[in-house]
């Protein structure tokens, strides 16, 4: 098993939503950001992580970074989307029903391949970087994005 590579895939999984949830909320003039949201997706990261064995902090700290990411890349689409009228007519996948439950679900997926990484091999190191960016395709993800959540996630440690 490639342990740092099924996580990475997982991580990619997620970002790959955020065209469609950054679809749903310009067609319903809602904002990218929501709080309240964020705070569900925080604290189940962290009691799904405690129940395996890694640090609760940590992984928040690393999900806080995924979720700007996930920001990030909605922000580049709606800015696009200003000047491209049509783009907003395709159909987008409802987030409440479809992308939220997907997304919590790939949040688990994600919170189990770091523990078998973590377990089996260690910590994340730079060993993995060349492998991380060239997993992470989504577009609209920048180089610095990448940079900010491989360095949460080579801080993620098992539970004490
Ligand atoms: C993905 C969404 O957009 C943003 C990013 C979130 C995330 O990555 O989990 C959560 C809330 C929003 O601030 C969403 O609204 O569900």
């Given at each position: 098993a490639n342990y740092a590579e099924d996580t990475f895939q997982a991580i990619n999984e997620r970002l790959s939503y955020m065209k469609d949830v950054a679809l749903f909320k310009a067609q319903k003039g809602?904002?990218?950001e929501d709080v309240e949201r964020e705070?569900?997706?925080?604290?189940?990261?962290?009691?799904?992580?405690?129940g395996h064995g890694v640090d609760p902090t940590s992984v928040s700290?690393?999900?806080?970074?995924?979720?700007?990411?996930a920001k990030a890349i909605q922000f580049r689409y709606r800015a696009?989307?200003?000047?491209?009228?049509?783009?907003?007519k395709q159909s987008a996948r409802d987030l409440q029903a479809e992308v939220r439950p997907a997304l919590l679900k790939l949040g688990d997926a994600i919170i189990i391949a770091i523990a078998d990484k973590l377990k089996n091999e260690g910590p994340f190191t730079d060993a993995e970087r060349d492998?991380?960016?060239?997993?992470?395709?989504i577009e609209n993800l920048s180089q610095r994005d990448k940079d900010m959540?491989?360095?949460?996630?080579?801080?993620i440690r098992l539970q004490q």
């Open positions: 809602a904002p990218v705070r569900v997706v925080l604290d189940k990261a962290k009691e799904e992580a405690a700290d690393f999900f806080s970074a995924q979720i700007s990411a696009d989307w200003l000047s491209d009228a049509d783009a907003l492998l991380f960016n060239d997993t992470l395709t959540i491989f360095q949460a996630l080579k801080q």
